[in-house]
């Protein structure tokens, strides 16, 4: 991305006052469940939920598993694991995975479950607060897990922004909040990834530049998508924009006078690659990570 645009900020009013309320009812709260975007597993996390959840049992969810490399997310979830996580793989949008959800959480929680019922406490409600940030499924998961459509979901960021309480079962509610990110990304590729996946708003980035980096990646990670997609043959001096002007030009994208429309075809690979068209990726990996 250009100079002015790589350093992503996507931070309105109304994450602030999101905050706020987390803070305010994190205390009321039995555990917190995070959902991730799985093919972006640490850059789709808000590093201030650590601070938010107040030292809470935490589940962690991989959501839209089908779109990404099925190997890497085997290898995320045990990474989550040895580090103290519980960890469920789903794919929210078909409902893969989201039927295990009560009994994780009652196995997070087995415990403190146990306590009450010692204390007499047989059938008291877990409350359960359920974070994420913008536009990585967290409404399409609560509609799954509730067996009912409560939470509006769309696949754009920002939606939902104001808490809800939502009943799973007699003994089980999720307090669904808004997606907040944080307020600077100060590792400017965890931004680009955002934006790849459409967490931040495609408003505030140069979509050809975000494409072309996308290209790359696919180029050095997954030539063999952009061949079958696109019908291109990736070369190792090709950069980015290169790709995406020969992709343009296999899509006969032209303008008046011959010139590639890329910017067509940025928009075109953006959303091919967010509805999972391309192929199933994962844009950072546990090896990069250790290396």
Request: with cysteine; charged share 30%; hydrophobic share 40%.
């Amino acid at each position: 991305m250009n100079d002015n645009k790589t350093n992503i900020n996507w931070f309105p009013g109304h994450m602030t006052k999101t905050r706020r309320m987390i803070a305010a009812e994190i205390g009321k709260m039995d555990a917190v469940c995070e959902i991730v975007d799985a093919r972006i597993p640490l850059s789709s996390r808000n590093p201030d939920v650590e601070e938010l959840a107040g030292g809470k049992p935490r589940l962690l969810i991989l959501n839209r598993v089908d779109q990404a490399d099925p190997v890497q997310t085997k290898r995320w979830a045990a990474w989550f694991r040895d580090r103290g996580y519980a960890v469920l793989e789903v794919n929210a949008k078909t409902g893969e995975g989201t039927a295990r959800f009560s009994a994780a959480v009652r196995t997070l929680l087995q415990d403190k479950i146990a306590a009450w019922q010692a204390k007499g406490q047989v059938g008291r409600t877990v409350r359960v607060m359920v974070l994420g940030i913008p536009n990585v499924g967290k409404s399409t998961f609560i509609n799954r897990v509730a067996h009912r459509k409560t939470a509006r979901a769309e696949d754009r960021p920002g939606v939902t922004r104001s808490k809800q309480w939502v009943p799973v079962d007699q003994t089980l509610e999720l307090l669904d909040t808004p997606g907040i990110l944080w307020p600077k990304f100060d590792d400017p590729q965890v931004g680009v990834r955002l934006a790849f996946t459409g967490a931040i708003k495609d408003d505030v980035v140069d979509l050809e530049d975000l494409a072309s980096r996308l290209m790359d990646y696919l180029r050095r990670r997954y030539p063999d998508a952009l061949s079958e997609r696109y019908k291109i043959t990736p070369a190792e001096e090709d950069s980015g924009y290169d790709l995406l002007t020969q992709a343009a030009r296999k899509r006969g994208f032209l303008m008046r006078g011959g010139a590639v429309d890329t910017e067509r075809m940025a928009r075109i690979l953006l959303d091919e690659f967010r509805a999972g068209r391309l192929g199933r990726f994962t844009l950072e990996t546990v090896e990069d990570l250790e290396a």
